[in-house]
C-alpha cells in the first residue's frame, strides 16, 4: 500500500492565483481530512469528509473548497491564493467513525507571494 | 468542545536521560487519545494510542503513556532517550461521536543533547 499520498511536495503561488493540492489514499478509508500546520500553531482542520459525497468545514475553512467523488481521492482547492495561506498542509485518512487513528501524508508546502 | 494543551513548546534532554512530556485534554466524556511525532520535513507518524481498558499503553520506539482520568492527562514517557527521538510530538484528542475529528495540541519539540 501507498498510504496517503500528497502532490504537489511544494508549490510557490502568486497571489490570486488558484490551484489544487491532491490527496489519495489506498487504504479504503472512509474518513479524510485537511489540515494546515504553521509555526507555534499545531495542526489546524481545514475541511474533512465523512465518505464519498459527503464534506464539512473544520475551523478555518475560509478560502478552501473541497469535494469527495471517490473514496479514494480528497483535493483541496484555493480559489484564489493569498499570503495568509503559506503553511504546510497535511492530508490525512483514517477508518469510519469509531476509529480515529489517522494516516498522514508527507505533505505540501506552499508559499504565497 | 473537546481541546488539547501541551504544556511545553520546547524540552530539551540529554541522550540515554528519562523524557516525559505533557498533555492535558479537555473532553465530555472517555476520549480517544493519540500520540504522533513529527519528524523535520514528514508527516505525523502514529506512536500510541489509548481506547479503552489499560491506562498505560505501549507505543513503538519505546515509547509509553499513561490515561489518568482523574488528572485529564496523556503524558509520554520514555526510559532512555536516543538522538534520533529528536522530533516534533503532538497530542491530540478524538471524538467518539464526531466522525473521527481530532483535536491537536501545538506540539512540543524535543532536542536531544549528544
Known amino acids: 500500500n501507498a498510504g496517503v499520498t500528497q502532490t504537489p511536495k511544494f508549490q510557490v503561488l502568486k497571489t490570486g492565483q488558484s490551484m489544487t493540492l491532491q490527496c489519495a489514499q489506498d487504504m479504503n478509508h472512509e474518513y479524510m481530512s485537511w489540515y494546515r500546520q504553521d509555526p507555534g500553531m499545531g495542526l489546524r482542520l481545514i475541511h474533512y469528509?465523512?465518505?464519498?459525497?459527503?464534506?464539512d468545514q473544520g475551523e478555518v475553512p475560509n478560502g478552501y473548497n473541497v469535494s469527495r467523488s471517490t473514496t479514494e481521492d480528497f483535493p483541496l482547492r484555493l480559489l484564489s491564493a493569498a499570503p495568509s495561506q503559506t503553511s504546510v498542509y497535511f492530508c490525512?485518512?483514517?477508518?469510519?467513525?469509531?476509529?480515529?487513528?489517522?494516516?498522514f501524508g508527507p505533505g505540501t508546502r506552499l508559499t504565497v507571494l | 468542545a473537546q481541546s488539547v494543551t501541551q504544556p511545553d513548546i520546547h524540552i530539551t534532554v540529554s541522550e540515554g536521560a528519562s523524557l516525559e512530556l505533557r498533555c492535558n485534554y479537555s473532553y465530555g466524556a472517555t476520549p480517544y487519545l493519540f500520540w504522533y511525532v513529527q519528524s523535520p520535513g514528514q508527516g505525523l507518524q502514529l506512536l500510541l494510542k489509548?481506547?479503552?481498558?489499560?491506562?498505560l499503553v505501549q507505543g513503538i520506539k519505546g515509547f509509553e503513556a499513561e490515561f489518568k482520568r482523574s488528572q485529564s492527562s496523556f503524558n509520554l514517557r520514555k526510559p532512555s532517550v536516543h538522538w534520533s527521538d529528536a522530533a516534533e510530538y503532538f497530542c491530540a484528542v478524538g471524538a467518539r461521536t464526531n466522525a473521527g475529528k481530532s483535536t491537536f495540541g501545538d506540539g512540543t519539540t524535543l532536542t536531544v543533547k549528544p
Open positions: 469528509s465523512v465518505g464519498a459525497g459527503i464534506t
Open positions: 489509548y481506547f479503552s481498558g489499560d491506562t
Open positions: 490525512a485518512s483514517s477508518l469510519r467513525q469509531g476509529v480515529n487513528e489517522q494516516f
